[in-house]
């Protein structure tokens, strides 16, 4: 994983995730969008708790504007 994201958006697959704790979702808000510079942060599924945990992370850092969910694959995205 790069030190920074240069202002890349950055896409999670979290379709298959059963389930999600408030500290996981806080951690991937502060270290991708918050520390390593992502424009977006780019969810793919994921359950309905851990996407609510992942809003109350975005508000609390204030990039709240900066987080994207859908339930459709991304097009051209390469998995790393």
């Known amino acids: ?5 240069d202002g890349s958006d950055v896409v999670v697959d979290a379709s298959e995730l059963a389930a ?3 500290s996981a979702a ?4 502060r270290e991708l969008v918050v520390i390593r510079g992502a424009a977006k942060l780019v969810l793919i599924g994921g359950p309905d708790a851990f ?4 809003r109350e992370s975005g508000e609390r850092y204030g990039v709240a504007d900066r987080l994207q969910e859908t339930e459709l694959d991304v ?3 390469h998995y790393v």
């Open 1 to 5: 994983m790069p030190d920074q994201f």
């Open 51 to 54: 996407l609510g945990f992942l």
């Open 20 to 22: 999600g704790t408030s």
């Open 75 to 77: 097009p051209d995205v």
């Open 26 to 29: 806080d951690e991937l808000v």
